[in-house]
């Protein structure tokens, strides 16, 4: 047991004698193949043009309230994408959707006296959908009233005096849509 051992110090491995050297690789892609069949159209947006119609009575022109008629409405406003009937008072709509609809009235009651209108959607009364005037005479009352309504295409609306007592003028009559939805 007389061997000895020589211990050399210093490192290891030499990182500049460690294999081969390579050239770095350069990126490369993988070549395009031939374009695809073109998927099916989507479903069209929403249209960026609002919906809306306003008709109104000749400003300044008196009516007589008279019962089961419908409000003078001749003289078309603004509209888009409705369609404005001045031959018979009312507002026709042309898509279905949520509308604002609006009608207001001002009244001159000439003696004691009472209006109820209503909202007619296809001619059919809307009886939840009213508004009440009365008073007695020199009397000048705005009726007025707005509602949020379904309102499928094909939809007319007008306006109808239900009932009318006494001795009752109209005048400055509106009817507007505005789709909301």
Do not use: C, W
């Amino acid at each position: 047991m007389n061997e000895q051992y020589i211990i050399l110090h210093g490192p290891a491995l030499e990182p500049g004698l460690i294999g081969p050297t390579l050239p770095p690789i350069p990126p490369f892609t993988f070549p395009t193949g031939p374009t695809g069949v073109t998927g099916p159209t989507g479903a069209t947006g929403l249209g960026t043009l609002p919906i809306f119609g306003t008709i109104t009575s000749e400003i300044g022109i008196g009516f007589s309230a008279v019962v089961n008629t419908n409000v003078n409405l001749t003289v078309p406003g603004p509209v888009s994408g409705t369609t404005l009937n001045p031959g018979d008072n009312s507002i026709t709509i042309n898509t279905t959707g949520i509308y604002s609809v609006s009608f207001s009235i001002v009244f001159a009651i000439q003696a004691i006296s009472s209006s109820i209108l209503n909202l007619t959607i296809n001619d059919s009364i809307q009886f939840a959908i009213e508004s009440r005037v009365g008073g007695g005479s020199g009397v000048r009352a705005t009726s007025a009233r707005t509602d949020l309504l379904p309102l499928t295409q094909g939809d007319v609306l007008r306006v109808r005096i239900r009932e009318a007592t006494g001795d009752i003028i109209y005048s400055n009559a509106s009817l507007v849509v505005l789709k909301v939805d």
